[in-house]
């Protein structure tokens, strides 16, 4: 069985604070993909990051950084300097790469995040 | 705007009536996502579409529930005889072209209220 599990339900941070928000997975696919995306309280998901599960390189974009670790199932998401426009709830999110999996993305609960001036 | 597009954003409908949701994906995607999001919760995946064939459907999908993708391009979501706890966020996304290995992107979603 494929799982995402963000134990975070909320977190608040003021202004340039760096956060980080965690994500767990399972699976049994060798092959697998993970992802991230932000969901605004205009409602729509908005891709941030795919990765692949034989790359784990981790990644920096900006103020945004992923570290996936296959050790420990892990891919956490760290916002550096978190500003206001950040505030929102963010989704990690795994697909598997073979048979009928692979065209459902698993969402884990979302972690609500708030950044406060 | 070249981005997924879904109509209508908002349904209220009476316990009972039938609804259909339209989604558009950005046109050169091959495959077509419906998910449902409830207050407090991830996405719940629904169904799949590679061009026009159904590859998927969760367990979530009820008899009540039908989707459809005629010709490849837009895909129609049906709910008949509507129950209160069909009252959710129906979200569209979709993918490619080429191989499972890239990302789904999502439209704004039908907000549906079933009263």
């Known amino acids: 069985a494929q799982k995402v599990t963000q134990a975070q339900t909320e977190i608040s941070v003021v202004e340039k604070e760096d956060v980080t928000l965690d994500c767990v997975y399972e699976?049994?696919?060798?092959?697998?993909?993970l992802f991230w995306y932000k969901q605004p309280p205009s409602g729509e998901l908005v891709f941030l990051i795919r990765?692949?599960?034989?790359?784990?390189q981790n990644e920096i974009s900006g103020r945004y950084s992923w570290n996936f670790q296959k050790s420990t199932s892990s891919f956490n998401f760290t916002i550096t300097a978190s500003q206001v426009v950040d505030s929102a709830v963010y989704f990690c999110?795994?697909?598997?790469?073979?048979?009928?999996?692979?065209?459902?993305?698993?969402f884990g609960k979302g972690t609500k995040l708030s950044v406060k001036p | 705007d070249t981005g997924v597009s879904q109509d209508p954003r908002h349904k209220i409908t009476k316990r009972g009536q039938n609804v259909t949701f339209r989604c558009d994906p950005i046109?050169?995607?091959?495959?077509l996502y419906w998910y449902r999001q409830t207050l407090g919760q991830g996405p719940e995946f629904l169904t799949y579409?590679?061009?026009?064939?159904?590859?998927?459907k969760s367990r979530l999908l009820s008899d009540r529930f039908s989707a459809e993708r005629p010709k490849g391009s837009f895909s129609t979501l049906e709910i008949q005889r509507t129950e209160q706890g069909d009252s959710a966020m129906y979200l569209c996304?979709?993918?490619?072209?080429?191989?499972?290995?890239?990302?789904?992107?999502f439209g704004q979603g039908t907000r549906l209220t079933v009263v």
């Open positions: 990765r692949n599960s034989f790359d784990e």
């Open positions: 996304a979709s993918s490619g072209p080429g191989t499972t290995n890239t990302e789904a992107f």
């Open positions: 999110a795994l697909r598997g790469g073979y048979g009928g999996s692979q065209g459902n993305l698993i």
């Open positions: 579409f590679q061009n026009e064939a159904q590859l998927e």
């Open positions: 046109s050169e995607h091959n495959r």
């Open positions: 699976t049994r696919d060798t092959t697998y993909y």
